[in-house]
């Protein structure tokens, strides 16, 4: 799963250009957001074209616009070669999910896709949506990923996005994810000032020590963190080899139990060691 996913505003030939290296795991081609809404049908135009460039050297993804009218135009646009996921923003509802999911399977098999190959990731951004966070969580196979939308979310609470507000936010989304065995890339904290790098990887490193797994950049100088913080370290990734291959011995010798560095080594710290290599083998 991505660790950095950077926003790309589809009609920005400037930023299209350098997209593929500026080092994220996965491009968003924008057709929300950053695009006004008078030039949306440019937008879902040129997305092809920006598609075909990119997908040979990044995974390339696509955030849509909000249900319903722009979204059905957005799908037919998106549901194409080359797309890995679509980002579905102020996602509500498991219903909505759903009837996402089921334009996108039918776009798929219109145009001779494999099923299921377009996944989806959810923008949960209110209130209400992060307390549906489990029915969001379950509602379709497609769904690899939910992330927690701060500026919007705090809105909906009447507040500014501070961590005291978004923080409870992010943990119910990740353990909702988790529950799920989706990931979640979910970061406490306002995206804007993206100067503010310290403040980033403060906010990051909390973040994956609840659960999340990821987060997106709005600016190039904020992926080189969300990748630093988001891949196991050295010593992370030794501790992992280490109690693997002492659970190998004594799984040889008929013991369930094992020891590392003095501390009790069972299955649930084998598995979350074998979790942290593959982390480390799909970083590089």
């Known amino acids: 799963m991505w660790r950095s996913l950077l926003f790309v505003p589809v009609l920005e030939e400037k930023f299209l250009a350098k997209a593929a290296s500026r080092g994220a795991d996965a491009i968003v081609l924008d057709l929300e957001a950053s695009v006004d809404p008078a030039r949306k049908d440019e937008a879902r135009a040129a997305l092809p074209g920006a598609v075909s460039r990119l997908a040979s050297q990044v995974a390339v993804t696509v955030r849509i616009n909000a249900l319903w009218a722009q979204a059905f135009r957005d799908l037919e646009a998106s549901v194409i070669e080359g797309v890995s996921a679509i980002h579905l923003p102020l996602c509500e509802s498991a219903?909505?999910?759903?009837?996402?999911?089921?334009?996108?399977?039918?776009?798929?098999?219109?145009?001779?896709?494999?099923?299921?190959?377009?996944?989806?990731?959810?923008?949960?951004?209110?209130?209400?949506?992060?307390?549906?966070?489990?029915?969001?969580?379950?509602?379709?196979?497609?769904?690899?990923?939910?992330?927690?939308?701060?500026?919007?979310?705090?809105?909906?609470?009447?507040?500014?996005?501070?961590?005291?507000?978004?923080?409870?936010?992010?943990q119910q989304v990740n353990q909702a994810a988790r529950a799920a065995s989706v990931a979640s890339l979910s970061i406490a904290t306002s995206m804007s000032d993206f100067r503010d790098?310290?403040?980033?990887?403060?906010?990051?490193?909390?973040?994956?020590?609840?659960?999340?797994?990821?987060?997106?950049?709005?600016?190039?100088?904020?992926?080189?963190?969300?990748?630093?913080?988001?891949?196991?370290?050295?010593?992370?990734?030794?501790?992992?080899?280490?109690?693997?291959?002492?659970?190998?011995?004594?799984?040889?010798?008929?013991?369930?139990?094992?020891?590392?560095?003095?501390?009790?080594?069972?299955l649930p710290l084998v598995s979350r060691a074998r979790s942290i290599i593959a982390r480390g083998q799909a970083s590089g």
Not at 101 to 130: N, W, Y
Not at 136 to 158: K, Q, W
Not at 202 to 230: D, K
Not at 235 to 253: G, K, N, P, S, T
């Open 95 to 170: 219903a909505q999910v759903r009837a996402v999911c089921a334009m996108i399977g039918e776009l798929e098999q219109e145009r001779g896709l494999p099923q299921g190959q377009i996944r989806l990731v959810t923008l949960l951004e209110s209130a209400g949506a992060v307390l549906n966070a489990p029915q969001i969580a379950t509602a379709s196979p497609r769904l690899v990923a939910m992330t927690v939308g701060v500026e919007d979310y705090a809105t909906s609470m009447g507040v500014a996005a501070t961590p005291d507000v978004l923080k409870p936010a992010v």
């Open 197 to 266: 790098i310290d403040g980033l990887r403060a906010a990051a490193t909390y973040a994956r020590a609840i659960g999340s797994t990821g987060g997106y950049a709005v600016h190039p100088a904020q992926v080189a963190v969300l990748n630093e913080v988001f891949s196991p370290t050295a010593a992370e990734l030794d501790w992992a080899r280490r109690v693997v291959e002492a659970a190998e011995i004594a799984a040889r010798q008929g013991q369930g139990i094992t020891q590392v560095d003095g501390r009790m080594i069972d």
